[in-house]
């Protein structure tokens, strides 16, 4: 069987957070469907494909990822709030509340993999290795 080929996220962190490759070669990634299948958006694999790296380094490591999470739905209902107020001038209520809760609900899956996403990179206590990189590609 071949092995998979995959590409590095550009070697900052910022790539791969974006990106969402393994915190250690910046090259497996960190989930194993696409954020648009609806059924499987969450699921991860145990361990990077490309450096073995594990991706839960403890049970209930992602329970923190909420509070990231929460940080972004607050970030997302204030600025939606804003431009609904600055392009449909202050309409009722309710426009605000449909007008974040569909942007809620249509950013769900990005904001769970974005904050499992960061919650790995910052408080995994994994660091950046190029040798993993380096030594996946020479395969």
């Not at 910046?26 to 969450?42: D, E, I, K, Q």
Request: aromatic share 14%; net charge neutral.
């Amino acid at each position: 069987m071949a092995s998979k080929a995959y590409p590095v996220a550009a070697g900052s962190m910022l790539a791969g957070v974006v990106q969402q490759r393994c915190p250690r070669c910046r090259r497996g990634p960190l989930f194993t469907h696409s954020a648009l299948n609806l059924a499987h958006f969450t699921e991860m694999p145990a361990q990077c494909p490309v450096c073995s790296q594990v991706y839960e380094p403890e049970p209930g490591f992602y329970w923190g990822a909420m509070y990231i999470s929460f940080g972004f739905s607050t970030g997302m209902m204030l600025v939606i709030g804003a431009l609904v107020y600055y392009l449909l001038g202050d309409p009722d209520t309710w426009v605000y509340i449909t007008a974040v809760a569909i942007v809620a609900v249509l950013m769900t899956p990005s904001n769970l993999r974005y904050s499992r996403t960061l919650m790995l990179y910052l408080f995994g206590g994994v660091d950046y290795n190029p040798q993993y990189a380096e030594a996946s590609q020479a395969r």
